[in-house]
T-cell receptor
Framework: QKEVEQNSGPLSVPEGAIASLNCTYSDRGSQSFFWYRQYSGKSPELIMSIYSNGDKEDGRFTAQLNKASQYVSLLIRDSQPSDSATYLCAVKGGFSGGYNKLIFGAGTRLAVHP | EAGVVQSPRYKIIEKKQPVAFWCNPISGHNTLYWYRQNLGQGPELLIRYENEEAVDDSQLPKDRFSAERLKGVDSTLKIQPAELGDSAVYLC????????????FGAGTRLSVL
């Protein structure tokens, strides 16, 4: 079992729709959760961080965390073609990795079509 | 404020040749990370520095990879000799530290070993 799992996609959504990206993790001790966006050929860029159960909203982005079920999700409202990228889920602070080690999933490729 | 700076951006070498990558972190960031990202995968940590001390190098293939961070600022990652399987993007990241620290990534070096 991978430590951080994501559906590789591609997830295809029409412009203006809500894109829902999911991530599960195996280490129950994980404390911090991040979503990075990575455009093709570019470096990862942080878009959301979440540390407590529940929802965290920032503009068109909402991160949701459920530690009991060990999943974290990212919702993108009013999706735009410019949101087309790979979204990486990253988890930190687990028992196996230590509090400063960031473990990434393989990423979900999102394609927003006009 | 300047971000994480890496050079070179691209490097093409023949197998068995040596190669080195350089990283300058964000000013004031005492934690520096080197990651390797294979195509279609998330970044995987190779080594983490707290100032000039390597505190996590468990994933660094020590037979051919080496890294240093003299004076706790710039860092270099070296591969000698390179193998075909080393072809990947090598990412450097830095952070302030702490349990909720955010890692910021450089543009990466794309290595092709022929």
């Amino acid at each position: 079992q991978k430590e951080v799992e994501q559906n590789s996609g591609p997830l295809s959504v029409p412009e203006g729709a809500i894109a829902s990206l999911n991530c599960t993790y195996s280490d129950r001790g994980s404390q911090s959760f991040f979503w990075y966006r990575q455009y093709s050929g570019k470096s990862p860029e942080l878009i959301m961080s979440i540390y407590s159960n529940g929802d965290k909203e920032d503009g068109r982005f909402t991160a949701q965390l459920n530690k009991a079920s060990q999943y974290v999700s990212l919702l993108i409202r009013d999706s735009q073609p410019s949101d087309s990228a790979t979204y990486l889920c990253a988890v930190k602070g687990g028992f196996s990795g230590g509090y400063n080690k960031l473990i990434f999933g393989a990423g979900t490729r999102l394609a927003v079509h006009p | 404020e300047a971000g994480v700076v890496q050079s070179p951006r691209y490097k093409i070498i023949e197998k068995k040749q040596p190669v080195a990558f350089w990283c300058n972190p964000i000013s004031g960031h005492n934690t520096l990370y080197w990651y390797r990202q294979n195509l279609g995968q998330g970044p995987e940590l190779l080594i983490r520095y707290e100032n000039e001390e390597a505190v996590d190098d468990s994933q660094l293939p020590k037979d051919r990879f080496s890294a240093e961070r003299l004076k706790g600022v710039d860092s270099t990652l070296k591969i000698q000799p390179a193998e075909l399987g080393d072809s990947a993007v090598y990412l450097c990241a830095s952070s302030l530290g702490g349990d909720k620290n955010i890692q910021y990534f450089g543009a990466g070096t794309r290595l092709s070993v022929l």
